[in-house]
């Protein structure tokens, strides 16, 4: 092969890599409590975006701007179930992260730029893999699987992984075994605005304990095995032992096929739960409580 | 010694589309064994380990921690329910996390609603 990639050509990628993380610096911050360090980046003027797993309990937060400037920072909403968390600071003329509305493929190259005490930090690598929409281990829903194989460090947890366009592919965040995960732009634009909105992600509330059951006619469905006297399952009559076997005329295989049901836009929704009580079909009317916040 | 010749009885827990109901048909006819069914006198017994059909062992913590995950609970969430540490809550879901990832089963909720009860 006569091709060989030069002095030359080596310096151009080096500068145009170093280019790129100066370009994105300018929206990161470093994101700090008493006891953790990581990063965010600007969503909008005022909001911060940075990684739930990240940040500690208590609302005792300061962010660190480019630059260096300190300013103190207040928890606006988070959904642990995506790992996305929203920090308002009042402070404006704050240039956003430009989010990515392109697909990224599996191959490419990207940096995970993070943020300490106001300056960069990068990872550098290649993204590892991409696949469809998944589920996380709390029911989030994200909208893709990207994998990241550089080395983040921990202050980096909540900053942004960069394509070569200058585009933010999405939020790096920890997965299993360390490995970098990377949060979709996508995902954080369907979050983040309800997160500003209404502090949370809303969950549709049973008031049911619920366990995946066989039927004798090879099929299975969610058995109630205890029912929360002031929720809206007793209110609509629902007993210990009733099997839930549809969700308005939907079957229900299981009680994860319930959890999926039990998005935010099932909220004060009323559906018909067909169950199976004492062997016999029966039919309740419930409405769709919100889940209570349980911190 | 006579009593060495004697088969040994192995008791197998055969239920239809099992481990226990394939392990039969391989040891049939093995000699110096012979398979006894349930409620028959047996020398040894081999029954499924709890969390076998998972190919996941998990510690009865984590089990707790799993259930509370797949209802959505944050750590903070967990952490004050099971009256442990919100690091130690953080320990255990990350421990978690990778014994799912490790059989490629990331589906807490169906995991969790195999070993026990879910509130929704």
Same mark, same amino acid.
């Given at each position: 092969?006569?091709?060989?990639?030069?002095?030359?050509?080596?310096?151009?990628?080096?500068?145009?890599?170093?280019?790129?993380?100066?370009?994105?610096?300018?929206?990161?911050?470093?994101?700090?409590?008493?006891?953790?360090?990581?990063?965010?980046?600007?969503?909008?003027?005022?909001?911060?975006?940075?990684?739930? &797993?990240?940040?500690?309990?208590?609302?005792?937060?300061?962010?660190?701007?480019?630059?260096?400037?300190?300013?103190?920072?207040?928890? %606006?909403?988070?959904?642990?179930?995506?790992?996305?968390?929203?920090?308002?600071?009042?402070?404006?003329?704050?240039?956003?992260?430009?989010?990515?509305?392109?697909?990224?493929?599996?191959?490419?190259?990207?940096?995970?730029?993070?943020?300490?005490?106001?300056?960069?930090?990068?990872?550098?690598?290649?993204?590892?893999?991409?696949?469809?929409?998944?589920?996380?281990?709390?029911?989030?829903?994200?909208?893709?699987?990207?994998?990241?194989?550089?080395?983040?460090?921990?202050?980096?947890?909540?900053?942004?992984?960069?394509?070569?366009?200058?585009?933010?592919?999405?939020?790096?965040?920890?997965?299993?075994?360390?490995?970098?995960?990377?949060?979709?732009?996508?995902?954080? %634009?369907?979050?983040?605005?309800?997160?500003?909105?209404?502090?949370?992600?809303?969950?549709?509330?049973?008031?049911?304990?619920?366990?995946?059951?066989?039927?004798?006619?090879?099929?299975?469905?969610?058995?109630?095995?205890?029912?929360?006297?002031?929720?809206?399952?007793?209110?609509?009559?629902?007993?210990?032992?009733?099997?839930?076997?549809?969700?308005?005329?939907?079957?229900?295989?299981?009680?994860?096929?319930?959890?999926?049901?039990?998005?935010?836009?099932?909220?004060?929704?009323?559906?018909?739960?067909?169950?199976?009580?004492?062997?016999?079909?029966?039919?309740?009317?419930?409405?769709?409580?919100?889940?209570?916040?349980?911190? | 010694?006579?009593?060495?010749?004697?088969?040994?009885?192995?008791?197998?827990?055969?239920?239809?589309?099992?481990?226990?109901?394939?392990?039969?048909?391989?040891?049939?006819?093995?000699?110096?064994?012979?398979?006894?069914?349930?409620?028959?006198?047996? &020398?040894?017994?081999?029954?499924?380990?709890?969390?076998?059909?998972?190919?996941?062992?998990?510690?009865?913590?984590?089990?707790?921690?799993?259930?509370?995950?797949?209802?959505?609970?944050?750590?903070?969430?967990?952490?004050?329910?099971?009256?442990?540490?919100?690091?130690?809550?953080?320990?255990?879901?990350?421990?978690?996390?990778?014994?799912?990832?490790?059989?490629?089963?990331? &589906?807490?909720?169906?995991?969790?609603?195999?070993?026990?009860?879910?509130?929704?």
């Amino acid at each position: 092969m006569a091709a060989s990639v030069s002095l030359k050509q080596l310096t151009e990628l080096s500068t145009a890599l170093a280019d790129l993380t100066a370009a994105a610096a300018a929206s990161l911050v470093s994101v700090r409590s008493r006891r953790t360090r990581s990063s965010g980046f600007v969503w909008q003027d005022g909001l911060i975006v940075t990684a739930d &797993d990240a940040l500690p309990d208590e609302d005792d937060l300061t962010v660190v701007l480019a630059g260096g400037e300190t300013v103190p920072a207040r928890i %606006a909403g988070r959904d642990a179930s995506t790992d996305i968390a929203l920090l308002r600071v009042e402070r404006a003329g704050l240039a956003p992260a430009p989010l990515a509305t392109a697909a990224v493929r599996a191959g490419s190259l990207a940096v995970a730029v993070g943020c300490e005490d106001g300056t960069a930090t990068v990872a550098f690598g290649a993204i590892a893999r991409v696949a469809g929409p998944w589920r996380s281990l709390r029911g989030g829903e994200i909208d893709a699987r990207i994998e990241f194989d550089g080395r983040l460090r921990r202050s980096g947890e909540g900053g942004l992984a960069i394509g070569v366009d200058g585009a933010a592919i999405g939020m790096a965040v920890f997965g299993p075994r360390r490995r970098v995960l990377v949060i979709p732009a996508a995902t954080i %634009a369907r979050v983040a605005p309800k997160l500003a909105s209404d502090g949370r992600i809303r969950r549709g509330y049973l008031g049911l304990g619920l366990h995946t059951v066989a039927l004798d006619d090879e099929r299975s469905a969610a058995m109630v095995m205890s029912v929360d006297a002031s929720g809206p399952g007793a209110a609509a009559g629902v007993r210990q032992g009733d099997i839930i076997t549809a969700w308005d005329g939907q079957p229900v295989a299981a009680v994860q096929a319930l959890l999926r049901l039990l998005g935010p836009d099932s909220v004060g929704r009323t559906v018909r739960l067909a169950l199976r009580r004492a062997g016999e079909p029966t039919e309740v009317a419930l409405t769709v409580a919100e889940k209570p916040v349980s911190g | 010694m006579k009593a060495d010749r004697d088969p040994i009885r192995l008791l197998l827990d055969r239920t239809a589309g099992g481990p226990g109901e394939r392990l039969a048909e391989l040891l049939a006819g093995v000699p110096g064994l012979r398979l006894v069914a349930a409620g028959e006198a047996a &020398d040894m017994a081999i029954v499924p380990l709890p969390a076998a059909d998972n190919g996941i062992a998990l510690t009865p913590r984590e089990r707790d921690v799993l259930t509370l995950l797949a209802e959505g609970a944050s750590n903070k969430a967990i952490a004050r329910r099971l009256g442990i540490s919100v690091h130690t809550a953080k320990f255990h879901v990350g421990s978690l996390i990778d014994k799912l990832d490790a059989v490629g089963r990331t &589906d807490a909720v169906a995991q969790a609603a195999r070993l026990g009860v879910i509130h929704l």
